[in-house]
Protein backbone atom coordinates (compact mmCIF):
# COMPACT_ATOMS: atom_id res chain seq x y z
CA UNK A 1 0.00 0.00 0.00
CA UNK A 2 0.67 3.60 -0.76
CA UNK A 3 1.38 6.38 2.02
CA UNK A 4 0.55 10.23 1.54
CA UNK A 5 2.01 12.34 4.80
CA UNK A 6 2.21 15.89 6.26
CA UNK A 7 5.15 16.09 8.52
CA UNK A 8 6.06 18.88 11.50
CA UNK A 9 2.38 20.75 11.75
CA UNK A 10 2.66 23.20 14.50
CA UNK A 11 -0.38 24.35 16.19
CA UNK A 12 -1.17 26.20 19.10
CA UNK A 13 -3.89 24.78 21.35
CA UNK A 14 -5.11 24.63 24.62
CA UNK A 15 -5.08 20.86 25.61
CA UNK A 16 -4.20 19.13 29.04
CA UNK A 17 -4.26 17.84 32.10
CA UNK A 18 -3.09 21.24 33.81
CA UNK A 19 -4.84 24.36 34.37
CA UNK A 20 -2.12 26.50 33.12
CA UNK A 21 -2.47 24.26 29.73
CA UNK A 22 -6.13 25.70 29.43
CA UNK A 23 -5.52 28.99 30.14
CA UNK A 24 -2.16 29.47 28.89
CA UNK A 25 -1.96 26.80 25.75
CA UNK A 26 1.49 25.32 24.56
CA UNK A 27 2.59 24.45 21.51
CA UNK A 28 1.95 20.99 19.69
CA UNK A 29 4.04 19.18 16.93
CA UNK A 30 1.22 17.21 14.87
CA UNK A 31 2.57 14.26 11.99
CA UNK A 32 -0.10 12.41 9.81
CA UNK A 33 0.69 9.63 7.39
CA UNK A 34 -2.47 8.12 5.85
CA UNK A 35 -2.11 4.53 3.91
CA UNK A 36 -4.11 4.59 0.70
CA UNK A 37 -3.77 3.40 -2.81
CA UNK A 38 -1.96 5.81 -5.35
CA UNK A 39 -1.98 4.19 -8.22
CA UNK A 40 -5.17 5.82 -9.63
CA UNK A 41 -4.00 9.57 -8.99
CA UNK A 42 -0.53 8.54 -10.29
CA UNK A 43 -1.93 7.03 -13.80
CA UNK A 44 -4.22 10.02 -14.16
CA UNK A 45 -2.43 13.11 -12.43
CA UNK A 46 -5.64 14.15 -11.08
CA UNK A 47 -5.95 15.48 -7.93
CA UNK A 48 -9.54 13.95 -7.28
CA UNK A 49 -8.21 10.67 -7.35
CA UNK A 50 -5.64 11.11 -4.22
CA UNK A 51 -6.02 13.13 -0.90
CA UNK A 52 -5.49 16.73 -1.04
CA UNK A 53 -2.95 17.65 1.38
CA UNK A 54 -4.49 21.01 1.82
CA UNK A 55 -7.65 19.42 3.44
CA UNK A 56 -5.91 16.73 5.20
CA UNK A 57 -4.49 20.06 7.18
CA UNK A 58 -7.20 22.00 7.58
CA UNK A 59 -8.71 18.67 8.99
CA UNK A 60 -6.03 18.35 11.38
CA UNK A 61 -5.83 22.21 12.47
CA UNK A 62 -9.42 22.48 13.21
CA UNK A 63 -9.33 19.72 15.84
CA UNK A 64 -6.22 20.81 17.22
CA UNK A 65 -7.32 24.29 16.98
CA UNK A 66 -10.76 23.50 18.27
CA UNK A 67 -12.31 22.00 21.94
CA UNK A 68 -9.43 21.31 23.96
CA UNK A 69 -9.16 17.70 25.07
CA UNK A 70 -7.29 16.92 27.94
CA UNK A 71 -5.63 14.28 26.68
CA UNK A 72 -3.49 14.24 23.38
CA UNK A 73 -5.67 10.38 23.32
CA UNK A 74 -8.35 12.38 22.97
CA UNK A 75 -7.04 14.72 20.08
CA UNK A 76 -5.81 11.69 18.06
CA UNK A 77 -8.94 9.65 17.74
CA UNK A 78 -10.60 13.09 16.97
CA UNK A 79 -8.43 13.51 14.48
CA UNK A 80 -8.32 10.02 13.07
CA UNK A 81 -12.43 10.26 13.63
CA UNK A 82 -12.58 13.34 11.12
CA UNK A 83 -9.66 11.98 8.37
CA UNK A 84 -11.77 8.53 8.25
CA UNK A 85 -15.20 10.45 7.93
CA UNK A 86 -13.98 13.03 4.85
CA UNK A 87 -11.68 10.76 2.68
CA UNK A 88 -12.92 7.46 1.68
CA UNK A 89 -10.16 6.74 -0.15
CA UNK A 90 -7.89 6.50 3.10
CA UNK A 91 -7.53 2.35 4.95
CA UNK A 92 -5.15 3.48 7.79
CA UNK A 93 -4.32 6.56 10.01
CA UNK A 94 -0.49 6.64 11.51
CA UNK A 95 -0.78 9.86 13.73
CA UNK A 96 1.54 11.17 16.26
CA UNK A 97 1.32 14.22 18.84
CA UNK A 98 4.24 15.81 20.83
CA UNK A 99 4.44 18.22 23.15
CA UNK A 100 7.47 20.11 23.36
CA UNK A 101 6.95 21.76 26.30
CA UNK A 102 4.71 20.49 28.80
CA UNK A 103 4.70 22.07 32.32
CA UNK A 104 5.85 18.59 33.87
CA UNK A 105 9.30 18.97 35.78
CA UNK A 106 12.56 16.77 34.28
CA UNK A 107 15.02 16.95 31.18
CA UNK A 108 13.64 15.80 27.88
CA UNK A 109 13.30 16.96 24.36
CA UNK A 110 9.47 16.40 24.14
CA UNK A 111 5.98 14.28 25.03
CA UNK A 112 3.78 12.95 22.92
CA UNK A 113 1.81 9.63 21.61
CA UNK A 114 1.93 7.59 18.88
CA UNK A 115 -1.62 6.40 17.44
CA UNK A 116 -2.38 3.76 14.11
CA UNK A 117 -5.92 3.39 13.28
CA UNK A 118 -7.55 0.99 10.32
CA UNK A 119 -10.69 1.80 8.77
CA UNK A 120 -13.67 -0.12 9.90
CA UNK A 121 -15.36 -2.16 7.72
Do not use: W
Request: charged share 35%.
Amino acid sequence: MDKLFIRGMQFYGYHGVFPEENKLGQLFIVDVECTLSLREAGLTDRLENTVDYAELYKDVKEVMEGKPCKLLETLAERICDRIFGRNERIDEVRLEIRKPNPPIPGHYREVGIVMERRRHG
